[in-house]
């Protein structure tokens, strides 16, 4: 289980996340991503064909940054390796769909799964201040 | 001059973007920062002992992600060198200041200098969508 600073918990249940990955480029990639805080860990459920999938399948490393969108100079920072596991009977991705109200299996096209993915983290970031 | 898409051309005057860059230990790092839409391109003025600027002096690759605050969903991601170049009487930093109404030298220690950071995309990814 992860610990996070009591200062920036309430970003926990934040609706959104941004996840850097490495691309094939070996450039960083951005997205916006749904994330739930669960079990003490964050984690994402991706579908199996998206390029930030596939980036981590190749190096298993990310960063999520969770920002407050009311002070954008507030945010956590959560940086390790991206353990992947196959969710093939969308067990996880119900529960994350439940905070989002949401059946992340509509999204999915025939052939298309879903991989249940938690940071296991590095470090973890919380930041507080003017960006500049 | 780098061309972006009408439908996100506001996004190029927001207050702040988010940053991706590769971290010495091979992980994405990504800190929120102030930019310039300046010249028709996208440009950070970034303390020379900052982590970030250290990493692209290292490998001068970046991401930069404007989030839309109000639909975070809807954001424009900006990826490509970043090409660093000193700015050691802190004109671009007056530049970019002058968006902020800041004066960015008084957030510098003596020792410490900037660089002018202009990214030189391979992609404009453009996004408006719900995450999931």
Redesign the interface.
């Known amino acids: 289980m992860t610990s996070f600073p009591d200062s920036h918990r309430d970003l926990l249940d934040a ?2 996340a ?1 996840l ?4 094939g ?10 994330f739930l805080h669960d079990e003490g860990e964050l984690r994402l459920s991706l579908n199996t064909s998206r390029l930030k999938t596939r980036n981590m399948h190749r ?1 298993p ?3 999520l ?1 969770i ?1 407050d ?2 002070k ?2 507030r ?1 956590l ?1 959560v ?2 390796r991206a353990r992947l596991e196959p969710d093939d009977e969308y067990a996880f991705a119900r529960k994350l769909g439940a905070k ?1 109200n ?1 059946d ?1 299996k509509q ?1 999915d096209r025939p052939g298309e799964g879903r991989v249940k993915v938690t940071i296991e983290p ?1 470090n973890v970031y919380p ?1 507080d201040m003017r ?2």
Chains 1, 2 share one sequence.
């Open positions: 609706e959104v941004l850097a990955t490495i691309g480029d070996g450039l960083p990639q951005q997205t916006a991503v749904w190096r490393v990310c960063s940054m920002l969108l009311d954008p100079h945010y920072v940086r390790g989002y949401a992340l999204n590095t930041v960006a500049g």
